[in-house]
């Protein structure tokens, strides 16, 4: 199983990028997935996180209302959409797959695969 993330880069404060996760040798389909973060000097951290069904996805408190997680799985590919950017979102942002895990994985322990990270770096 391999997860290619991509989509990262440099933007301006307030401004917006959409991370894409390619996902080959498993089908997502039933398999709850996330997007995690670390910034220099910090914990890697769980920033959002969905079911099988698309329902309730998880955000955290820092991303919440700026930050959608999504997926299609016809494509295989899990999608971070990143609006009014801030420079504390500056992190490598990866992401990763349960193994069959269908709820909305908020758990760390859950997560098998995951994804080289890509880098998002915010301008003030």
């Known amino acids: 199983v391999q997860l290619q993330a991509s989509g990262g880069g440099l933007v301006p404060a307030g401004g917006s990028l959409r991370l894409s996760c390619a996902v080959s040798g498993r089908t997502i389909i039933n398999t709850g997935m996330g997007w995690f973060r670390q910034a220099p000097g910090n914990e890697r951290e769980l920033i959002a996180a969905i079911g099988w069904n698309d329902d309730n996805p998880y955000h955290a408190d820092s991303v919440k209302g700026r930050f959608t997680i999504s997926r299609d799985n016809a494509k295989n590919t899990l999608y971070l959409q990143m609006n009014s950017l801030k420079p504390e979102d500056t992190a490598v942002y990866y992401c990763?797959?349960?193994?069959?895990?269908?709820?909305?994985?908020?758990?760390?322990?859950?997560?098998?695969?995951w994804g080289q990270g890509t880098l998002v770096t915010v301008s003030s």
């Open positions: 990763a797959a349960t193994r069959g895990y269908i709820g909305v994985p908020v758990n760390t322990k859950l997560y098998a695969y």
